[in-house]
Nanobody
Framework: QALLVESGGGLVQTGDSLRLSCAVS????????MGWFRQAPGKERDFVAA????????YYADSVKGRFTISRDNTKNAVYLQMDTLKPEDTALYYC?????????????????????WGQGTQVTVSS
């Protein structure tokens, strides 16, 4: 049974950095594209970033491009989200997700229904 567990969230100030981690078990990690999404109270779940199975391709939401970096370590079955220059509008519950797909389709990796497995989320709060 697949299990995705996020960690690394917290309360920070504007301009600070955080690194989120997602530990994955119960599936063949290298066969999955991985994504990060976030959901603020009262809002829809939004795409943040995605990375291909090998880590060779990445894709970002415009709102985080240049500030966030997604990476993965297939030897540790983990995916990471380095978040720099945080803003109050980055405040949300952050989820990692796994997409069982041979291809990394830039037209689809931002769509939450593309993903097969989800974690429970880790809260990020950025104070102004």
């Amino acid at each position: 049974q697949a299990l995705l567990v996020e960690s690394g969230g917290g309360l920070v100030q504007t301009g600070d950095s955080l690194r989120l981690s997602c530990a994955v078990s119960g599936l063949t990690f290298g066969s999955y594209n991985m994504g990060w999404f976030r959901q603020a109270p009262g809002k829809e779940r939004d795409f943040v970033a995605a990375i291909s199975r090998s880590g060779g391709s990445t894709y970002y939401a415009d709102s985080v491009k240049g500030r966030f970096t997604i990476s993965r370590d297939n030897t540790k079955n983990a995916v990471y989200l380095q978040m720099d220059t945080l803003k109050p509008e980055d405040t949300a519950l952050y989820y990692c997700a796994a997409d069982f797909n041979y291809y990394f389709d830039y037209e689809k990796v931002h769509q939450h229904h593309q993903y097969d497995y989800w974690g429970q989320g880790t809260q990020v709060t950025v104070s102004s």
